[in-house]
């Protein structure tokens, strides 16, 4: 396919999905957006150590030829103000694999999020966020290493599906009307009116991609995470329909929480995976007091956004919490952070959600090699205190480094680990 501004890498070959599984060449094309704001930084010093770690395991073996497309601010200055150009949804889907920096969303008006706007146009229904503790990282919990979960959210339905009437105009009134005269319901006038979708369908295959994940890396636990003791025909409905997937397609694998206590004195057999649920309010609680109970949480959109963002929290904050927003083909990494344009250009700011998100690709490129020496060195940097501001300003004793400075330290520190 011709692009207008995308230059593909005559040196890659295209990642393609077999049976369902993605299958990496040697030399994969892997898209990358900048992103807004901070993007250009935290892009650049994230493909240094991305590079880096891919040479160094594999010693030449195996490299990405790296394929820029465009969305945001870079984007409306290349496609004539167009924030979202066609050409970059063709390239993913022709491409398959990518990643990119954090993108303007303007709060209350105009355009809509480009971040909702891809993972919707693009069906990539699981939002992915790992949350883990990197040892020497400061946290505000006394135990931030029992925090080891990974968050499946469903992208596509919820309040995100942008169904919503503004106070005042002729759509909102014709809804409000309806809703009373037609189905009883009772609500202030004026309000604004939002629809919030939740189907089986959507809510199986979010559900089934959690299982399927826990499977493959050895997790014991996957949560449903809903308010269904409240909205029982939407999130009530995400919690049966989540046991459905579990009863009917992994009943030789899964085991009920009732089942636990009644069938199995309350131990997981071995190479069996617990499905229980949680009431998403008291789950943030438990995620404080209890989080090494909790492995893999599946959940709604919406209460995804609040969960991944809180419990990133306990172990040092966005600013290094990574995520993915996969579909059954394609897969786009991205940083889970805001574009801080007041950083914009100043080399100063932490790209650890970026960087792990790029661990969390190589992790599904099946480079794990490449993977794990980034995660050591990392470590290996933040125990020999050479940080970034957002750390220095917590830790006693240590050395204050620009993003850029921050990458080669991290490079450095590769070769005690190989």
Known sequence: ???????????????????????????????????????????????????????????????????????GEKAAALYDGNYMPEETFDAMREYLLGIKGPLTTPVGGGFRS?????????????????????????SPVREPEKTN?????????????????????PENAKLAKFLREEMGAHFFEDAGLGIKPISAFATKRL?????????????????LVHKG?????????????????????FSD???????????????????????????ADIIFQHLLLRPSEFEVLATPNLNGDYLSDAVAAQVGGVGIAPGANIGDEVAMFEATHGTAPKYTNLDKVNPGSLLFSGVMMLEYMRWWEAADLITK????????????????????????????EFASAIIRNMDRFI
Not at 114 to 132: A, W
Not at 151 to 161: G, K
Not at 259 to 279: A, C, F
Request: net charge negative.
């Open 1 to 71: 396919m011709a692009f207008q501004h995308i230059t593909v890498p005559t040196d890659g070959e295209k990642v393609t999905v077999v049976n369902g599984k993605p299958h990496i060449p040697d030399h994969p094309i892997v898209a990358f957006i900048e992103g807004d704001g901070i993007g250009y930084d935290i892009m650049t010093a994230s493909r240094r150590i991305w590079d880096a770690a891919v040479e160094k395991a594999y010693g030449g073996s195996r490299r990405i030829a790296w394929m820029e497309i465009y969305c």
């Open 114 to 138: 480009l971040n909702v706007t891809l993972r919707q146009v693009l069906d990539l229904y699981s939002c992915v966020r790992p949350v883990r503790w990197y040892r020497g990282v400061p």
């Open 149 to 169: 979960v990974v968050i499946f959210r469903e992208n596509t339905e919820d309040v995100y599906a942008g169904i919503e009437y503004e106070a005042g105009t």
């Open 207 to 223: 559900v089934r991609m959690a299982i399927q994940y826990a499977l493959d890396r050895g997790r014991r636990t996957v949560t």
């Open 229 to 249: 003791n409240i909205q029982k025909f939407t999130e009530g409905a995400f919690q049966r329909w989540g046991y459905e997937v579990a009863r009917d397609e």
């Open 253 to 279: 694998v899964t085991v009920s929480e009732a089942d636990l206590w009644s069938k199995y004195d309350g131990k997981l057999p071995e190479g069996k995976v617990l499905i229980n649920d949680r009431i």
């Open 377 to 404: 060195s990392f470590e290996q940097t933040i125990a020999d205190k050479v940080v970034t501001y957002d750390f220095a300003r917590q830790m006693e004793g240590a050395t204050e480094v620009r993003t850029s």
